[in-house]
């Protein structure tokens, strides 16, 4: 019996070709006569274009073709789409979104001039000559602002810049709930915008063959086809078949490479008008104004709790800016992602939840990684502390009173929940964390002129995203298996952790499988990574298409050994006759199966199998985090000393890749809580943030040593693998957590709020306003 590969911690299988410079990528890809655009792009956030002037730029040496928006109308391409429905009180304004301005730019960013030629320098050298004239318009750039009656309107589509009203729950229950509490805490929060920033910035290849009329598109993406259904259904009006994508390796996403971007349709539409293939790369600065951001999210929210501490009920009123269009899934995150984790890990009887998206002048906002789950978890969280410190409960106590225990649980929000360790998770945390001997390193740090706080935060995520996937699985030519799923993994390990469930289904050496993705011509479908989804929805897939091939096998098994179909049983890679010694490898079969002389009637040559997914169960990750944190009140730094997680993701295929992605999310939660923010001049529209200089991703410096670790007791049984997603789980429980040690340092001086992030200069002003009032 061969040892299962499931629930080992191997070594990634694709480091080897990562750490030897044979990754494949975009910006890297060699390709004969490519040509290179360059986006001449707004520099004001909100302007009319009165005059443009484009000859200069045309006479350029080097340079093939300078297009505009004209162009783009005389050629009939379509408009970029958001593909979101959510079921909106007030319906989704969806305002036109060109590849190009159309005679006005709405954010600084907005791509209004494409310019195409032989080398990158020539393109960049004629964008300098392109001559535009603005006159330039009002702007707004929060959210909470453009909502109000004197704010600028970006779009007559959209009255009051009202860019949706979602609503869900029990609006009637929660007033009574609140009406009939013995308390009620409220908080305002601001989930601070972010940029995705991954290693890799957005790049993209276009290719059109003009005696087929087919596209192709090389892209840094994250699903491959649903972004041809977008470009070849909305923008180009062609069929499905004509459009080809294909995503190489991909260097981090994060959610920001879901979306259909205007520089795709663009390198796709230039090709085909010259003739050649077109490369975009994105320099790193233009990616911070033209990439979808995420979060920018403000909520007014309300806890009610009876005379003992149980919650009674959740309101929660939020505005969701979604910048100056709506993105391809923009909505989402802020309605149907954020409602479904509303209550996070607590029993809360009722819960309404209203968010109203507005336009702004900034860049599009999108799901981010989390996608709204972030958002539900900090607000409950922070709520939760603040009721422990209004009412005088023990902040653990407050929440092991509340936690949900029994299972299958039914949330108001709908959610059926099938079980989870979400009392287990607090209390090995708290244990884990040594709560007692904070209290003496609290007096250790006061000796020392430092305030020490400790924060406390439970998550849950609702993880499935959309719920179909295709998979296949076939023996090859040359003995190896291929695996392909319509998943994509952007750093997340998908090349050793697919096979390693495949070896142990089909007895094999791991070393014998090649996993495939990213390319809409493997697959029917497939609807990439976003929502921690892959195992749970492509490796079920996988599964499915596995024993569709075993049962393939099976018939030409008993063909080839004279029995009977339900005679024969697959055990350890061979194909064995019950009570005979008769039997046959699969590899063996898998060699024979390329005969047709060898099968029986009916079966298409070759060893393989496919399956659709089509489960739509969500997964319940959930866990609990306690962070230390010490604060200089003479500088307002923040030093995050230590930090404990104990997380339930149900089975773990590979124990240490888990691991990996769980503190890689929580690394880009310590940065969101203490670095990270995108900030506007309110003024004028422009990003104050947009360069490493000016916007702080977290370093190595930043960071603590990490205890705790994953806990696999509790498989779910909504898949045929027990897991729960790990990839969002980190960035959903880290800034909460850390938040509250934060105001639990600051508590002696009587501060109970701070938004994030917080910076020396943000905490330290919080520090002088406390002193001043005092």
């Known amino acids: 019996m061969r040892e299962r590969y499931q629930g080992q911690s191997l070594n990634r299988l694709e480091d080897v070709r990562f750490l030897t410079g044979r990754g494949k990528y975009v910006a890297n890809d060699h390709v004969p006569g490519v040509l290179h655009a360059h986006v001449v792009r707004s520099r004001h956030a909100f302007a009319r274009i009165v005059r443009m002037d484009l000859e200069a730029a045309r006479a350029m040496p080097g340079v093939v073709a300078v297009l505009s928006e004209a162009d783009l109308a005389a050629d009939g391409i379509g408009e970029l789409p958001c593909v979101t429905i959510i079921d909106a009180v007030e319906p989704i304004i969806v305002p036109p979104h060109p590849a190009l301005a159309r005679g006005v730019v709405r954010h600084v960013g907005d791509p209004v001039v494409c310019i195409i030629a032989e080398s990158l320098d020539a393109a960049i050298a004629a964008g300098e000559t392109v001559d535009i004239t603005y006159e330039s318009l009002p702007c707004v750039t929060v959210a909470t602002a453009a909502l109000r009656p004197e704010a600028p309107l970006i779009w007559p589509e959209a009255p009051g810049n009202s860019a949706f009203l979602f609503q869900k729950g029990d609006e009637a229950a929660v007033a009574s709930a609140m009406a009939s509490a013995a308390h009620v805490v409220e908080c305002d929060l601001i989930n601070n915008r972010v940029v995705a920033a991954p290693l890799e910035t957005r790049a993209a290849i276009g290719f059109h063959d003009r005696k087929t009329d087919q596209f192709m598109l090389s892209v840094t993406g994250q699903a491959v ?172 106590k407050l929440r092991r009173r509340n936690i949900i225990r029994k299972f299958p649980h039914r949330t108001a929000m709908g959610m059926k929940i099938d079980g989870g360790r979400f009392a287990a998770n607090l209390d090995d945390a708290i244990a884990l964390a040594d709560l007692d001997g904070f209290r003496k390193r609290r007096v250790r740090s006061a000796k020392a002129g430092l305030l020490r706080g400790i924060g406390i935060a439970c998550f849950l995520e609702t993880a499935r995203g959309v719920p179909t996937e295709f998979a296949r699985a076939a023996f090859a030519a040359d003995g190896t298996v291929s695996l392909a799923v319509g998943t994509q993994s952007n750093g997340q390990g998908h090349e050793t952790a697919y096979p390693q469930v495949a070896a142990d289904l089909l007895g094999l050496p791991i070393e014998v499988f090649r996993f495939h993705q990213g390319d809409t011509d493997l697959l029917p479908g497939g609807h990439g990574h976003g929502g921690a989804r892959s195992m749970h929805m492509g490796g079920t897939a996988l599964v499915m298409a596995i024993e569709k091939l075993i049962e393939k096998g099976r018939l030409i098994a008993a063909h080839l050994l004279q029995a009977l179909a339900d005679q024969v049983s697959f055990v350890d890679g061979r194909f064995v006759v019950q009570n005979t010694e008769r039997a046959i490898a699969i590899r063996e079969l898998a060699d024979a199966a390329k005969d047709p002389a060898n099968l ?66 929580v690394v880009q939660g310590i940065g969101q809580s203490l670095l990270e923010h995108v900030v506007f001049d309110p003024e004028s529209g422009q990003l104050l943030s947009g360069s490493f200089l000016d916007y702080a991703l977290p370093r190595a410096q930043d960071l603590p040593e990490f205890t705790g670790g994953l806990n696999d007791s509790a498989p779910t049984l909504s898949n045929r693998l027990g897991v729960k997603g790990t990839g969002q789980a980190g960035c959903i429980a880290a800034p909460q957590t850390i938040m509250n040690a934060v105001l639990d340092a600051l508590s002696s001086l009587g501060i109970e709020q701070l938004d994030m992030p917080a910076t020396p200069y943000l905490v330290w002003s919080a520090i002088q306003a406390a002193r001043v009032k005092s």
């Not at 809360?348 to 789950?373: H, L, M, Q």
């Not at 298409?604 to 200089?632: K, M, Q, W």
Request: with cysteine; aromatic share 8%; net charge neutral.
């Open 225 to 396: 086809h649903d972004t041809r259904k977008v470009l070849a259904g909305s923008v180009f009006k062609i069929p499905l078949d004509r459009m080809r994508v294909v995503v190489p390796d991909v260097g981090g996403g994060f959610g920001t490479k879901n979306y259909v971007y205007p520089e795709y349709a663009l390198v796709l539409w230039a090709a085909r008008k010259v003739g050649r293939p077109v490369r975009w790369l994105s320099e790193r600065a233009e990616d911070f104004v033209s990439s979808a951001h995420g979060r920018d999210f403000f909520s007014r929210s309300r806890l009610a709790l009876d005379k003992d501490g149980r919650f009674l009920g959740l309101e929660v009123r939020a505005v969701a800016n979604m910048g100056a269009y709506l993105s391809t899934s923009g909505p989402i995150s802020s309605t149907n992602a954020a409602s479904s984790a509303m209550g996070g890990v607590y029993n809360i009887p009722s819960v309404f939840v209203e968010v109203r998206g507005a336009f702004t002048n900034t860049p599009p906002i999108d799901a981010y990684r989390g996608a709204g789950k972030p958002e539900a978890n900090y607000l409950i969280e922070r709520l939760v502390n603040l009721a422990s410190r209004r009412t005088g409960i023990d902040a653990v």
């Open 600 to 665: 029986p009637e009916g079966l298409a040559p070759g060893l393989d199998g496919s399956a659709t997914n089509t489960r739509d169960l969500y997964t319940f990750p959930n866990g609990c985090h306690v962070a230390e944190v010490e604060i200089d009140p003479d500088t307002g730094v923040v030093r995050l000393d230590r930090y404990t997680l104990v997380d339930d993701f149900g089975s773990l295929i590979n124990p240490r890749v888990a691991l990996g992605q769980v503190i890689g999310g």
